[in-house]
C-alpha cells in the first residue's frame, strides 16, 4: 500500500522556566538560542513515510505561527514533565484550528491520563508502534492509543534521525544516542522504567553513519551523547569507541564530544583513554549527595563504593572535566549538607554543578513507595512552577537549598586540579566571548532526576 501525502508539523513544547535543559545565559553569551536540539522528534521523523511532508518548530528557540499550524494535517508533539503545560497547549492549540494532534514521549508514557484530549497517544518507544500508528491514519482512523512493548525494541533498527530538519546555529551542541537503559537502580530515576536496566546499544557502522550525515550537512563542533549512562554496557562501548576515534581522526576531528555516565567510569582506566582518545571533553555525572547513608536508601549504592573526590580528579586525569548533579530533599539528611555539597563540589575542582530538589516522578519507585506510605500529593504528577519538597516531601529540605542559593561562589576558589582539560566544545567559544555581566545573581538551575 502506497501512502498518502500527510503534512506533519512537530512542534517540540518549551521547557518551563530557568532549568538545567536550557542554559540561558550561557546561550546568550555564544549566540545560541538553546542548548540541545530535539533529538526524540526528529528521530520519530525518520520514521514516517517518505512522501509525507515534515517541518519542525521548536518552540523554545522560535515562535509557531497561525500559519505553521494552518499548513499542517497533523500536529506531532511531546516531551518531559517539565514541557507538560506547553505540550497541552500545543494540542489545544491544534484543535482551535481544526488539526489532529499527535503526543508521545517519557511524560506521555508516564502519565497518559493528562493528555486524554490528544487525539492520538504514542506510548513508549516509538519504533514498537510507529508503523501502527501510520497505518492506522492510513485507513482514515483519527483517533487512537499504541502502546510499546517495554524495553523491547531493537535500537539497531533506529534510523538516522533527520538532522536536516535542524538549525545548527540555534543550538549549543547537538545530539546523538548511541544506547538506552541503565544497570543500576536509583530509587527517584524514571530511566530504567522507560527504558530498562538492559542496556540497549546501536552498532558501530550505525553511529558512524549518523555522524557521516552531520558531518554532509555541515555541522562541526561539540556532539553529546545525549545516552543517560553510556558505559552502562561496558564492553559494547569499549568496542565502539576505537571507530569512533578513528573516525574523528580521519576527518580531521570535526566534533568533540560529551556525555553522560556513572562514576563507575573512573575504575577502568582503559574506558577513560578511549574515550580521550575519541575526543571526550566532558562528562555529566549524578552525584546525588555526599551522604553514604542517603546514597545508600535512594538506592545509589555505586557512589558509596568509592571516593568522590578521588574518582573524579582521576577522569580529570583523563583530559575530560566533570559536570555534577546534586538533589536535595531525602529523608535522611542532616542540616549540614549543604556545607557537605558546597565541600565536595571545592575538593573536587567541579567547574559546573547543579543542584535540584528531589522530585516523585511518575512510575518510579520513590513515587511507589511514597504512595504507599500516603505521602503524595494529590495531582502529584501534573507539573507545578512549586516544588514538592518545600510542600511536604521534607519539611527541611527548603532551608538546606535556601543555604546553598546563598552561596553562589562556593566554586570560584581556586580548583585543584590534577591535569587540566584543555578548552573544548562550548568552553573554548565561552573564553572566545567578550566578557559580559548578567546584572544579577545567577539565575536558578532545578535539575528534576532522571
Known sequence: MTASVCRVLMVYPAFFGETFWNYSEVCKLVGARYTAAPLGLITVAAMLPQSWDVRLINRNTEDLSEADVAWADMIMTGGMLLQQADTLAIVR??????????????????????????????????????????????????????????????????????????????????????????????????????????????????????????????????????????????????????????????????????????INLSDDPELMRLMREANFFAVFVGIESPDPTTLTLMKKKQNTRRNIVESIHKIYSYGMFVNAGFILGFDSEKGAVADAIVELIQDAAIPLSIVGLLYALPGTQLTRRLEKEGRLHANHDVFSPSDQCTHGLSGAAAARYSRLQERPRACLRPCRLRQAPRPSGVAARLLRAPARTAGGRPAQQVRLAR
Not at 508502534?129 to 492506522?136: G, K, L, M, Q, R
Not at 543550538?171 to 538492559?198: H, K, M, N
Not at 561539540?222 to 565502539?240: E, P, R, T
Open 93 to 262: 492549540l491544534a484543535h482551535k484550528h481544526g488539526k489532529h494532534a499527535v503526543v508521545g514521549g517519557p511524560d506521555v508514557t508516564s502519565s497518559p491520563h493528562l493528555y486524554v484530549d490528544a487525539d492520538f497517544l504514542v506510548l513508549g518507544e516509538a519504533e514498537g508502534v510507529i508503523h501502527d500508528f501510520i497505518a492506522a491514519w492510513e485507513r482514515g482512523e483519527r483517533s487512537g492509543t499504541f502502546q510499546a512493548e517495554k524495553f523491547a525494541i531493537d535500537v539497531t533498527k533506529t534510523p538516522i534521525p533527520r538532522f536536516d530538519l535542524l538549525k545548527f546555529d540555534q543550538y549549543l551542541y547537538i545530539g546523538v544516542q548511541y544506547s538506552r537503559g541503565c544497570p543500576f537502580t536509583c530509587e527517584f530515576c524514571d530511566i530504567i522504567e522507560l527504558y530498562g536496566r538492559v542496556p540497549r546499544a546501536k552498532t558501530n557502522q550505525q553511529m558512524l553513519t549518523e555522524l557521516d550525515r552531520l558531518y554532509e550537512l555541515g555541522y562541526r563542533g561539540h556532539v553529546d551523547f545525549v545516552d543517560d549512562n553510556l558505559i552502562g554496557n561496558k564492553k559494547a562501548v569499549k568496542g565502539f569507541l576505537p571507530h569512533l576515534a578513528c573516525w574523528n581522526n580521519s576527518h580531521n576531528y570535526p566534533f568533540e564530544f560529551s556525555t553522560e555516565a556513572s
